[in-house]
């Protein structure tokens, strides 16, 4: 194998692992969500739900929010000048999940995107 070839299998594989790594993150943030595990869910897989959904834990208990008005919504398409073009799975009053193909899924500060500008 030239050194060519391994350098790209090497890449390659540690963008496989940091997706992983992301998915397993993604698992644990629903464990650990205060907010309408439906919508969790649905924005995972990318579609879109305005919370709650009045049937979860979190939801009868009180917790879950309503979804806040804003410049994003599930399914956009964003891009970030490293991980590139992503879809947005999530929005939150206060942060947003997207998933780069490149690096996975991604769980941004809503007020530092905005003020960085760090999705176009």
């Known amino acids: 194998m030239s050194r060519r070839a391994a350098t790209t299998f090497d890449a390659?594989?540690?963008?496989?692992?940091?997706?992983?790594?992301?998915?397993?993150?993604?698992m644990r943030a629903y464990a650990?969500?205060?907010?309408?595990?439906?919508?969790?869910?649905?924005?995972?897989?990318?579609?879109?739900?305005?919370?709650?959904?009045?049937?979860?834990?979190?939801?009868?208990?009180g917790l879950a929010e309503e979804a806040a008005p804003g410049r994003f919504r599930v399914g956009q398409i964003v891009r970030h000048r490293e991980w590139g073009e992503g879809s947005v799975m999530q929005v939150a009053t206060d942060r947003l999940t997207v998933y780069f193909e490149t690096a996975g899924y991604r769980t941004l500060d809503l007020d530092l995107v905005l003020g960085a500008g760090l999705l176009a």
């Open 12 to 26: 390659a594989g540690r963008r496989y692992a940091a997706v992983e790594r992301s998915r397993v993150e993604m």
């Open 32 to 61: 650990d969500t205060s907010g309408c595990r439906r919508a969790f869910l649905l924005g995972y897989f990318g579609e879109p739900f305005e919370p709650p959904c009045g049937r979860c834990d979190n939801c009868r208990a």
